[in-house]
Structure formats: structure tokens, C-alpha cells
């Protein structure tokens, strides 16, 4: 199925394709077949619109009809952030996320805010996942340990530290992969319900 | 003087007036907005439409003047929680149109709906005699 109306002016094809061409980068993110139809039911709906319309200039009606029917940068962006995030299903793939939050209709504030928590939640669950890797092979040097001087160091050093300062000791690994896990979920369902609403 | 304080009266009164009218027009778009859904509902308990007809019918029907663009997010959401299902029908002549139409969840919502609306109306007219 497709929709490529004869225009008898080459302007009114221009404006067409023009217009066409803007749908088609807003919903770039999306996969085939969303894009297809996305594409044909704009068209079907601006054919119809254009072809109910009077009057002699044919590509006024048109520009008549693409004016009612909106800024395709500004009312699509809502449908292509639900279909991105539903194209993921129920699964919460931080790409999925990010393209969510990019195409959804909010200010620039909320957005920046929504990136930044993202990148800094999936930045911390990734260093606690990394802790618990490192831990596996050199576990003196990764996890929770007390310092000579009296301090507290969480992470991963080049010093190898005596096991009586290991805090967690056996517990380091499990409980470092069951943060990571939960901050990992957390900041991803949280997210996709915050872009959904 | 008096010339003075008659300017700032009728900059005053222009001025509020505008935020007046501003503060309106917001309100009634947020409004809207928040019926479309429901109303989208009520046109498709009746038939089924294809987006472009869907509008004109909404607009035939209520004082919504719905900007078309709008309706396209508010379908694809509809559909996305069951309460709508659409398919393409193609034509020999002419362009192919997408219908959609109420599912049973649909029907079930509105009815709930209903009573909502009928809960809200009634309290809000309730607040406004008093």
C-alpha cells in the first residue's frame, strides 16, 4: 500500500515530499513497518483532507491541509516515544530509554534531568557490577575496606589491603551484584514509567 | 492627573484582561485535552472511523475544536491499552484508510467513564450554585 497523489503543479509535489521528508526524520527511530504506517495514515489523512478542500490553488489547499493538520515535529514526537517503548515490550533496553526520552513531549529541563539520572544511575549500578567482577580475581584490592588512617574505602584500589580491613569479606560479591542489579531496574522501570506518563 | 489615571485604567484593564483571556484559553485547552480520550471513545461507540473522519465527527458532534494532529498520539495510545483496535481497509480508487473501532475493553471503559464524568459534573455543579 501506498499514497503518491499526481499534483498538477510541481510546487504542490514539493510541499508534499518536503513535508514527508520532516515525518520521515521525527520517526526515523522507529523500525520499518512502524514507519510505513505511520507514513501512509499522515498521507491518507492530508490526501483526504486536501482532496475535500476548494478553491483554485492547488497548493494553498494542500498547505491549508498540512496546516491543520500540525507541525509534524511537535504532535508525532508523543507517538514515537510510546512506540519506541513499546517496541521494547517488556523488556528495558537503555537504548529504548534514551530514544524514549528524547522523542517524548517534554521541556528541555525535564529531559536533561531525566538523561542525567539515567547516566548516573546506570554509571553506578555499572561500577558496583565492576567491584564484584574485580573482587572475583584480585580480592584484596576491590570491595569495602577500612582504611589504615581510620577512613572508609569503597571501591577498587591499587593497594593490596590486609584482610582484617575487608568489612564485607565473603559477602562482597553478592552484595555487590544484588545492588547493581536493583539500582539497574530501578532506574530503568522508573524511567520508562516517567516517559510514559 | 485625571487623564493620567484614565490611561492607567484602561492600561489596567487591558492588561487583565489579556491575562484574563490567556488564563482562559490555557484552561480550556487543558480541558480538552482531557476529555479528547474519552470522547474519542464515546464517537467510536458508535462506528467505526478512519483518523481524518474521526475528527470531522468529533468536531460535527462537540464544540471541541481538536487540532488534527492531537488525535494521532491519543489513538496509538487507546490502542496500545487494548481499548481500541484499527485495520487497514484499501480501495480500487482512492487512498487506503485505517479504522478504528471500540474493543470490549473499550466498551467496559467508557461505561466506567461515564460514571466518572457524571460523579465530576455533578460535584462540580454542585460548587457552583453554592
Known amino acids: 500500500m501506498n499514497i503518491e497523489p499526481k499534483f498538477k503543479e510541481k510546487v504542490s509535489r514539493k510541499i508534499w515530499d518536503d513535508y514527508f521528508y520532516r515525518v520521515n526524520r521525527v520517526i526515523k527511530g522507529l523500525n520499518k513497518k ?9 498521507k491518507s489523512h492530508l490526501y483526504e483532507s486536501f482532496l475535500e478542500r476548494e478553491g483554485e490553488n492547488e497548493a494553498e489547499r494542500l498547505m491549508e491541509a498540512m496546516e491543520n493538520l500540525g507541525r509534524p515535529e511537535e504532535f508525532m514526537k508523543a507517538v514515537v516515544s510510546e512506540k519506541i517503548l513499546d ?5 528495558i533496553n ?8 528524547l522523542y517524548s513531549p517534554k521541556s528541555t529541563i525535564k529531559m536533561s534531568m531525566m538523561i542525567c539520572t539515567l547516566g548516573l544511575g546506570y554509571l553506578v549500578s555499572f561500577t558496583l557490577g565492576l567491584i564484584a567482577v574485580v573482587r572475583i580475581f584480585f580480592s584484596d584490592q576491590a570491595g569495602v575496606f577500612k582504611e589504615p588512617d581510620g577512613g572508609l574505602l569503597i571501591g577498587i584500589t591499587g593497594d593490596k589491603l590486609p584482610y582484617q580491613n575487608d568489612l564485607l569479606g565473603i559477602w562482597t560479591i553478592p552484595l555487590f551484584l544484588i545492588t547493581a542489579i536493583i539500582l539497574y531496574l530501578a532506574v530503568s522501570i522508573g524511567m520508562k514509567k516517567m516517559i510514559k506518563h | 492627573m485625571k487623564q493620567y489615571l484614565a490611561i492607567h485604567s484602561i492600561y489596567d484593564y487591558i492588561v487583565f484582561k489579556k491575562i484574563d ?9 487543558q480541558v480538552r485535552k482531557g476529555v479528547l480520550e474519552f470522547v474519542i471513545l ?3 461507540q458508535r ?3 478512519y483518523g481524518y473522519e474521526l475528527i470531522k465527527q468529533i468536531k460535527t458532534l ?3 475544536d481538536v487540532s488534527e494532529g492531537t488525535i494521532y498520539p491519543l489513538l496509538n495510545r487507546l490502542k496500545n491499552t487494548g481499548l481500541i483496535e484499527s485495520k487497514w481497509v484499501e480501495y480500487e480508487t482512492g ?9 470490549e475493553a473499550g466498551l467496559e471503559a467508557v461505561k466506567s467513564m461515564k460514571v466518572s464524568w457524571m460523579e465530576l459534573n455533578f460535584s462540580i455543579q454542585k460548587l457552583m450554585v453554592e
Open chain 2, 42 to 44: 464515546l464517537v467510536l
Open chain 2, 95 to 103: 487512498v487506503p484508510r485505517k479504522y478504528y473501532s471500540i474493543t
Open chain 2, 21 to 29: 483571556f490567556m488564563h482562559n484559553e490555557k484552561w480550556k485547552s
Open chain 1, 94 to 101: 537503555p537504548k529504548n530509554l534514551l530514544l524514549g526520552i
Open chain 2, 47 to 49: 462506528n467505526e472511523y
Open chain 1, 34 to 42: 512502524q514507519r510505513s504506517e505511520i507514513d501512509l495514515e499522515l
Open chain 1, 87 to 91: 517496541g521494547s515490550g517488556k523488556s
Open chain 2, 62 to 64: 462537540t464544540s471541541i
